[in-house]
């Protein structure tokens, strides 16, 4: 079992900054991605961001790119997203989620963070 807890939401003005962090335990060896997740309402959940834990690899969606950086800190098993330029459109739960090897899909969920930005 992987255990997720994420924090750092809050609201903010557009154009302003936030970081979220989500805090992995458990066996976190097992994890080969993580990523963060965003469901705005009456939308449904999309990938932001996810990096491969042993190669750094990242992806990013097309609606974030050069606004959002994913990072990481090995000692702490934490992962992070710093958001700058946030827009409007990007208000939503944002939720962490870990993949573990030998699995395609994501197995375990952090509890969501609340992210609105006001214009």
């Known amino acids: 079992q992987v255990q997720l807890v994420e924090s750092g939401g809050g609201l903010v003005q557009a154009g302003g900054s936030l970081r979220l962090s989500c805090a992995a335990s458990g066996r976190t060896l097992r994890i080969y991605t993580m990523g963060w997740f965003r469901q705005a309402p009456g939308k449904e959940r999309e990938i932001v961001v996810d990096?491969?834990?042993?190669?750094?690899?990242?992806y990013y969606a097309d609606s974030v790119k050069g606004r959002f950086t994913i990072s990481r800190d090995n000692a702490k098993n934490t992962v992070y997203l710093q958001m700058n330029s946030l827009k409007p459109e990007d208000t939503a739960v944002y939720y962490c989620?870990?993949?573990?090897?030998?699995?395609?899909?994501?197995?375990?969920w952090g509890q969501g963070t609340q992210v609105t930005v006001s214009s």
């Open positions: 990096i491969t834990w042993s190669t750094y690899t990242t």
């Open positions: 989620a870990a993949r573990v090897t030998g699995t395609v899909k994501y197995n375990y």
